[in-house]
C-alpha cells in the first residue's frame, strides 16, 4: 500500500525555521514527482515546491522562493520541505504529494495521485 507521512510541523516565531519530512512506504520516492502543497484556513490549496524523478530539477512558488528549499534523502525514501525566514502567512497545512506522471513535476494539483495527510505549521509570536 502506497503511503506517504508528514512530520515536522509545529509552532515558531516569525523568522524561525523548520523542516517538513514526507516519507514514504510501499513504493520509492525516487520514482515519483513530489510536491509540497499547503492549505490555510479559508484558503484553496496551493502548490509551495517540488523536485522531479527525472533529473532533481526543483520549482518553487514565488512566495517561498529564497525561504524554502525541497531536497530529497534517497537512502531514506524521505523528501524534506526546508522553509526558512518564516512568516505569519506561511501558517497553513502542508501536504506532500507523489506521481509519476510527467517528466518534470508541477506546482499544479491535478497530477498529483497520492498524498499524505498534512502537518500544521503555525507562524506566530
Known amino acids: 500500500q502506497l503511503q506517504l507521512v508528514e512530520s515536522g510541523g509545529g509552532l515558531v516565531q516569525p523568522g524561525g525555521s523548520l523542516r517538513l519530512s514526507c516519507a514514504a512506504s510501499?513504493?520509492?520516492?525516487?520514482?515519483?514527482?513530489i510536491g509540497w502543497f499547503r492549505q490555510a484556513p479559508g484558503k484553496e490549496r496551493e502548490g509551495v515546491s517540488c523536485?522531479?524523478?527525472?533529473?532533481?530539477?526543483?520549482y518553487y512558488a514565488d512566495s517561498v522562493k529564497g525561504r524554502f528549499t525541497i531536497s530529497r534523502d534517497n537512502a531514506k525514501n524521505t523528501v524534506y520541505l526546508q522553509m526558512n525566514s518564516l512568516k505569519p502567512e506561511d501558517t497553513a497545512v502542508y501536504y506532500c504529494?507523489?506521481?509519476?506522471?510527467?517528466?518534470?513535476?508541477?506546482?499544479?494539483?491535478?497530477?498529483?495521485?497520492?498524498w499524505g495527510q498534512g502537518a500544521q505549521v503555525t507562524v506566530s509570536s
Open positions: 523536485i522531479s524523478s527525472s533529473d532533481d530539477s526543483t
Open positions: 504529494a507523489a506521481t509519476v506522471r510527467f517528466r518534470y513535476c508541477e506546482l499544479l494539483i491535478s497530477p498529483y495521485d497520492y
Open positions: 510501499g513504493f520509492t520516492l525516487d520514482d515519483y514527482n
